[in-house]
């Protein structure tokens, strides 16, 4: 017998064999099998009693009008959408010749019930956390984007600069005004050596980086690059080293010192101290002069793994003494990692970008170009334009995400017709039999795909009415608080519960 799995791959089974059999033991027992052991259960049920007193059929069938049977679960929408279980082959799991062999174990006669619960068994997707992910899209909190972009425009205090070095005359101080500062955080962790349709990560993030900074204005744009996850490995035993340093590897008042060559070094190797990062770049722009502006861009493909929280370094930076925004260039972000990421960029009221596709490489530093470069006169326009930025990537990833999930749903059609028709031809279910499997099937992806597209259209109107609503609030600047006392003080006031 095949060790236990983590992942419940049979949940399917249960509900029919308590109508069966009335008798917990035997779920106890199926909770040990696999889908390629079905015949196992057999041997369990027809150990069981074969006829039970009156009063306790009557219990058994009042039990079976409340519960719903197997393949009820995987029929019935609410359900399939519910369903914790999981395919032994789902996904990127699947492997044509284990799921072959597994089907020739399959025993020859099956209900239709149980013939179907096996091929879900074996190649069945969960959709449950999909599901979730467009309420977690269609949710976002706008309101937060407004306060940080009210937070960036207070006013600056005194400049940290030593007494002497005030003295400048009013040229200087003109352009001193004029210094915006960009720095960059390159994410070198392990995951980067992974690749976007055959390019890897780690090259796509020296690519945009490079197109961002060589259209930059140097007379009035500073750049810094700092990398993190650059030393020990991916490794338990590489945690330590790795988590413990961010550096600085370029900065353009350095002579000599050429980007193209710095980045050239640098390779995905260890963990992702993101945290300790942004609070290294937050204690060096606070010895900055009060007339600095900085735009801080993370380059990455995910989010702190170093046990710290990037999420409280970002509120920390944002109730500072030094005017910063953080922006995100993802890298196919996974869904945990761009939420948490989005939150790291909402607080601080910059903005988000992910790169799915390697051709759009291009039109993403020209985004984050146009971001950077803008100057706005107030920060009701500066909310404004970051508000419609954030609207616009919602709304690209809420169409991102349907058709990912319509992607999966057809790959799981392809393959449970697939395993049925393997069956059939080896002659272990009838006709009939097939018919109501096929029929199964293809409602399964039919409710699926309506389901999809009731969600996305349904996000999508709700995203429209919330970014409508927030625009309005601006526009009628109806959001403007007491913002030195809140922003100021809300930190150290419990501000960790934003």
Known sequence: MRHRKKSYVFTMLLVPLVSMTGCATVIEEIQTKTGSQIEEIDKLVATQPASKPASEEQETQTNEQKMTKSPAPNTDLSLIIEDEGK????????????????????????????????????????????????????????????EANQANFLPQPEPKVKKEQANTNETNVQDEKRQKNIIILLDASGSMAAEIDGVPKMELAKKVISQITEQLDAQKYQVQVYVYGHTGSNASEGKEESCSNADLIYHDNQQNLQLADQLAQIEATGWTP?????????????????????????????????????????????????????????????AKDENELREIVDVTGGVMQNIEDPKRLHETASRQLQWMTQTDRSWEESALRTLSNAYQYDQERLLRHREKLLKKVTLENERLLNTKSYVIQSQKLDSVTDDEIQKWIEDRKQQMEHYIDRKYQEGSDKLYQKWQQNIEKVRGNETRPTIEKNVREGYSNGEQTE
Do not use: W
Request: hydrophobic share 35%; glycine share 6%; charged share 25%.
């Open 87 to 146: 395919g032994e082959y789902a996904s990127s799991s699947y492997k044509p010749a284990k799921v072959n062999r597994a089907l020739q174990q399959m025993p020859k006669g099956l209900s239709k019930d149980k013939a179907y619960a096996y091929l879900l068994g074996l190649v069945g997707e969960n959709y449950k956390e999909d599901v979730s992910q467009f309420v977690t899209i269609e949710n976002r909190d706008y309101k937060k984007i407004i």
């Open 274 to 334: 993101l945290a300790l990062t942004i609070d290294q770049v937050r204690d060096h722009m606070q010895k900055q002069t009060a007339s600095e502006e900085n735009k801080i861009i993370l380059v990455g493909d995910g989010t702190e793994n170093c046990d710290q929280d990037a999420l409280m370094s970002a509120r920390m930076l944002r109730y500072s003494d030094v005017r910063a925004d953080i922006s995100m260039i993802g890298l196919s972000l996974n």
